[in-house]
């Protein structure tokens, strides 16, 4: 009778199911003399190849025209509550500086190990995909100094923590 009663109350327990989210950054700098063209329209892209992904559903939050701490904000707020087991997708159009770091409004600047810090506090797979000038430099490669097998090879041994994959037309 007890073997009964706990085989009713048992639970079972399946593989989890991930989690995806997406932030999609499109910096134009609307109005200054550095302003980009196409950096809204990246988004909007974006945004439709993510939510016609019907195998990965991601809840996709875009944000345009932000500064470095409202990034560093919104990738908190918007990946808070992973898990292990979830995937969380970073996407950025607009400046880059030439040591790999990110430009907001306002010429604010975030730095690549700012934008580590902040993913390292993730849990799960993070992707980060960077459309601008010099995003090769995240990962301390430079346009001079590599051909596109070197610039590979150095990616594939960086990648055991973010999958990164960049618009390189300056390598390449």
Request: net charge negative; glycine share 8%; charged share 15%.
């Amino acid at each position: 009778e007890d073997r009964a009663s706990a085989e009713a109350e048992a639970i079972t327990v399946g593989p989890a199911v991930p989690v995806y989210r997406a932030l999609l950054v499109g910096n134009t700098y609307a109005g200054a003399d550095n302003e980009l063209k196409g950096c809204d329209t990246d988004i909007a892209s974006m945004k439709t190849m993510l939510s016609s992904m019907t195998g990965t559903p991601y809840a996709i939050t875009s944000m345009l025209n932000i500064t470095s701490a409202d990034m560093k904000n919104y990738i908190s707020s918007t990946f808070s509550g992973a898990a292990l087991c979830d995937v969380s997708l970073f996407y950025f159009s607009g400046h880059g500086t030439s040591d790999g770091s990110l430009v907001g409004t306002s010429n604010s600047i975030l730095s690549v190990s700012a934008l580590r810090s902040v993913l390292d506090t993730i849990p799960g797979t993070k992707i980060v995909i960077i459309d601008a000038c010099y995003s090769g430099n995240m990962i301390a490669k430079s346009a001079g100094s590599l051909s596109p097998s070197s610039f590979n090879s150095a990616f594939i041994r960086k990648r055991e923590i973010y999958s990164i994959i960049f618009r390189i037309g300056i390598i390449l």
